[in-house]
């Protein structure tokens, strides 16, 4: 099993500050919270796991439903850059600060760190 999630977050925190679970009410925006909603190994050898499918989640708060479109945009190229895929996004304006919820699903070489899209 491999912990991903400080990688992404390293990744994306040039846009945004990134917390790493799902907080209860953000008061700090522009943010970035990574969620892993998915880690399963798909590939076992000799014993240890060697390609595991992983499934993440980002919420991107942010003052203005533009602004949050825009961090969105630039993370989503950032992940896809590393062979990353998003399945799913969805702008939500219903909360105090408008939300972009983004998953992302892909594959992991254990051994190499190499990302596939799946």
């Known amino acids: ?27 700090n925006v522009p943010l ?26 980002l919420d991107i708060y942010a003052q203005t439903p533009e602004e949050a479109e825009r961090i969105a945009v630039s993370a989503n190229g950032i992940l896809t850059q590393k062979g990353i895929k998003r399945s799913f996004s969805q702008l939500l304006t219903d909360e105090k600060f408008p939300r972009v919820c983004m998953r992302f699903r892909f594959g992991i070489d254990e051994e190499t760190g190499f990302t596939v899209s799946i």
């Open 1 to 27: 099993m491999v912990d991903i999630k400080p990688e992404i977050a390293e990744m994306l925190s040039e846009l945004a500050d990134v917390e790493l679970s799902f907080p209860d009410v953000p008061e």
């Open 32 to 57: 970035i919270a990574l969620t892993e909603t998915g880690n399963s190994a798909s590939v076992v050898l000799s014993g240890k796991d060697r390609y595991s499918v992983i499934t993440l989640q």
